[in-house]
């Protein structure tokens, strides 16, 4: 609500060559590209930390193409494996703090890139068919920006800048005939991939009752007749407890 008196400041407006919205691996890694090349960039990230899903708010390390390194020809190169070399170099106990600072690091002494953390994009203003500016609010400084740029970048994760400047989407499998895929399904749905909740287990030495919340679903059986669900056993060795 506006305060009775109180006009509220128009937004700093700042230009760059080239804005990324999202500062997680994908986000991070296009803005890190693009100032390297000298373009003048700017990252917008919504959190306190860079990485996204594989910072320490989420804990969900780097798979890509090489499945845990399951396949290393596989494997990304480029300034994804400089900062997983990175990490290795200086990170022994794969602390995921540590990798926050290693990601930190890396944005900040990039020549070129200017980093806005704690900051959410607000709204979008196209001219078109082409975006002319975003607006962000940086919460920590109260600070709010308009940016300007030749170039957009939605690293958002759920295609938010495009879907606010109106470009088209679909969500769901598309049928293998579209794009000649032959593992897509034959028929196209509405699925998409499913979240959970993250868990940690820790023996308490005595019994401690469950306690299920009000919303949550309670699976059985029936919910999964149509994947593969096998029993998974976890063996610890006693001599290395």
Not at 12 to 17: A, E, P
Not at 28 to 50: E, N, Y
Not at 156 to 173: D, P, Q, S
Request: glycine share 10%; aromatic share 10%.
């Amino acid at each position: 609500h506006e305060i009775p008196g109180h006009q509220i400041p128009a937004p700093t407006r700042l230009h760059f060559d080239v804005v990324v919205i999202g500062g997680g691996m994908s986000g991070l890694c296009a803005a890190m590209a693009s100032a390297r090349q000298g373009a003048k960039t700017a990252i917008v990230q919504d959190r306190s930390v860079f990485g996204g899903n594989a910072s320490s708010e989420m804990r969900m390390h780097i798979s890509g193409a090489s499945c845990h390194w399951g396949k290393k020809d596989a494997a990304e190169t480029g300034i994804l494996m400089e900062l997983q070399l990175e990490n290795k170099y200086l990170n022994d106990s794969y602390n995921y703090s540590i990798w926050d600072g290693v990601l930190w690091n890396a944005a900040k002494q990039t020549e070129n890139l200017t980093l806005y953390m704690n900051t959410s994009m607000t709204a979008v203003h196209s001219d078109g068919a082409h975006i002319s500016s975003v607006e962000c609010y940086q919460m920590t400084t109260e600070l709010r920006l308009e940016l300007t740029a030749g170039v957009f970048v939605d690293a958002t994760g759920n295609g938010t800048l495009g879907y606010e400047a109106g470009a088209e989407y679909k969500i769901g499998r598309e049928g293998r005939d579209e794009y000649q895929e032959q593992y897509a399904p034959a028929v196209p749905d509405g699925k998409t991939m499913g979240n959970t909740i993250y868990f940690v287990a820790e023996d308490r030495g005595h019994p401690v009752k469950f306690v299920k919340p009000d919303w949550a679903y309670s699976f059985d059986e029936s919910d999964f007749k149509h994947r593969y669900h096998g029993d998974i056993v976890v063996y610890h060795n006693a001599d290395d407890v």
